[in-house]
Nanobody, 122 residues
Framework: QVQLVESGGGLVQAGGSLRLSCAAS????????RSWFRQAPGKERDFLAT????????DYADSVKGRFTISRDNAKNTVYLQMNSLKPEDTAVYYC???????????????WGQGTQVTVSS
């Protein structure tokens, strides 16, 4: 059973920064890609960023490219999302996700965390 637990959310002013963490347990963490998504109230869940098992490859949604950075520490079984230059429209619940497949890039996500709230005030 894979468990993903996000942390690091909170309230921040526009232009500020936050770093989200997602700790994983229950599987060989370093073998699988990891991704971040977010869901704003009344909207669909959107892809933000993904990172390969080694950390050598990443991909980002256009909406966060240049502002958000995904990284991972396989020794700590943790993936991070550094968020800079935050905007009010970044307000959402942020989720980390993992695939059951080793395929890169991932096309299906089988494991999700419970989410962490990020609120950006103007």
């Amino acid at each position: 059973q894979v468990q993903l637990v996000e942390s690091g959310g909170g309230l921040v002013q526009a232009g500020g920064s936050l770093r989200l963490s997602c700790a994983a347990s229950g599987r060989t963490f370093s073998m699988y890609a990891r991704s971040w998504f977010r869901q704003a109230p009344g909207k669909e869940r959107d892809f933000l960023a993904t990172i390969s098992s080694s950390g050598g490859s990443t991909d980002y949604a256009d909406s966060v490219k240049g502002r958000f950075t995904i990284s991972r520490d396989n020794a700590k079984n943790t993936v991070y999302l550094q968020m800079n230059s935050l905007k009010p429209e970044d307000t959402a619940v942020y989720y980390c996700a993992a695939p059951a497949s080793l395929r890169w890039p991932p096309v299906q996500y089988d494991y999700w965390g419970q989410g962490t709230q990020v609120t950006v005030s103007s």
